[in-house]
């Protein structure tokens, strides 16, 4: 962006709630074509939120005229990473706002993230749709590393669900507590942990403890993003949705609830829908303006 360019606006949206003090904030930026990286960073860093949007022209053949297609890209405070689910909700609710509900196409760093806003009694909601998901393996050294910079002993894992990296457009580690409690007291090394991570090409953790068949709690550790933690996390439910399909600990065909950030005072909820023949998976949330 030249010196004398003026600023594009910075909107403030929260996503995966219904209420500006709930979900997780993103700066949303509708045109960021005048933007280098630069520009993007300073922006999203001094925002400070765990990640902010940034809209820009649609590669070419994505959508015809007339249609809501848009290159998009994501910036923490620190770095720029390939997806966010709640940065693109609440990117999809701005839209809405604008120009109505609907269906969008986003093109990503991770691939193309289609997106339907829906309205019902005057309250937005967004879908989102995933990029092709896989799930890898974590090798014992590197699990054990990760523990130990959570300070969870494994005897506090949930035995039902193994520990493994899941991707559904950014890199995930999932891991399972055996108790709400243990999910709950979270303090970790957060210089220790962000080391492992970046080793790995890790966004998040994904942290889980299950409440029922189709109910869980969730948080994520975020050191990468230069923040301790993201408060309610889409790419990661997404993630998890594929994770948790693979390993028949859901049905084939499911609707999950995932609750996240009731332990920051940000509470919000994630809806993950699976299908049975798709792969991938769909999360959905409200989102509503901060300010």
């Known amino acids: 962006m030249t010196t004398n360019a003026p600023r594009p606006e910075v909107l403030r949206y929260t996503a995966f709630s219904s209420s500006p003090e709930g979900g997780n904030p993103a700066g949303v930026v509708l045109d960021a074509g005048a933007l280098d990286d630069g520009d993007m960073l300073a922006i999203a860093a001094d925002l400070g939120y765990s990640e902010s949007a940034f809209l820009t022209a649609p590669p070419e053949g994505l959508g015809g005229p007339g249609e809501r297609a848009y290159g998009i890209r994501y910036f923490s405070p620190k770095a720029e990473v390939p997806f966010c689910g709640h940065a693109t909700v609440a990117t999809a609710v701005a839209l809405a706002e604008r120009t109505g509900p609907?269906?969008?196409?986003?093109?990503?760093?991770?691939?193309?993230?289609?997106?339907?806003?829906?309205?019902?009694?005057?309250?937005?909601?967004?879908?989102?749709?995933?990029?092709?998901?896989?799930?890898?393996?974590?090798?014992?050294?590197?699990?054990?590393?990760a523990l130990a910079a959570l300070g969870w002993p494994a005897v506090d894992l949930d035995p039902a669900f193994p520990p493994r990296i899941a991707f559904a457009g950014a890199?995930?580690?999932?891991?399972?507590?055996?108790?709400?409690?243990?999910?709950?007291?979270?303090?970790?090394d957060f210089a220790r942990l962000e080391a492992l991570m970046h080793r790995l090409d890790?966004?998040?953790?994904?942290?889980?403890?299950?409440?029922?068949?189709?109910?869980?709690?969730?948080?994520?550790?975020f050191p990468v993003g230069g923040v301790v933690e993201d408060p309610v996390t889409g790419a990661?439910?997404?993630?998890?949705?594929?994770?948790?399909?693979?390993?028949g600990l859901v049905?084939?065909?499911?609707?999950?609830?995932?609750?996240?950030?009731?332990?920051?005072?940000?509470?919000?909820?994630?809806?993950?829908?699976?299908?049975?023949?798709?792969?991938?998976?769909?999360?959905?949330?409200?989102?509503?303006?901060?300010?």
């Open 102 to 145: 609907g269906e969008m196409v986003f093109s990503t760093r991770a691939g193309i993230v289609p997106v339907e806003v829906t309205e019902e009694d005057g309250t937005l909601r967004a879908t989102l749709t995933s990029v092709e998901p896989h799930v890898a393996e974590i090798s014992d050294a590197d699990l054990a590393e």
């Open 171 to 188: 890199r995930h580690l999932v891991l399972a507590a055996a108790t709400r409690a243990r999910l709950a007291d979270l303090s970790y």
């Open 202 to 221: 890790l966004t998040t953790l994904q942290l889980v403890w299950r409440e029922s068949a189709t109910v869980f709690h969730v948080r994520d550790p």
């Open 236 to 247: 990661a439910a997404a993630a998890f949705g594929a994770y948790a399909r693979e390993f």
């Open 251 to 291: 049905p084939e065909d499911a609707v999950l609830t995932l609750h996240q950030g009731e332990d920051l005072g940000r509470p919000g909820r994630l809806t993950v829908t699976l299908r049975a023949g798709d792969p991938r998976v769909r999360v959905s949330g409200t989102g509503t303006r901060i300010g």
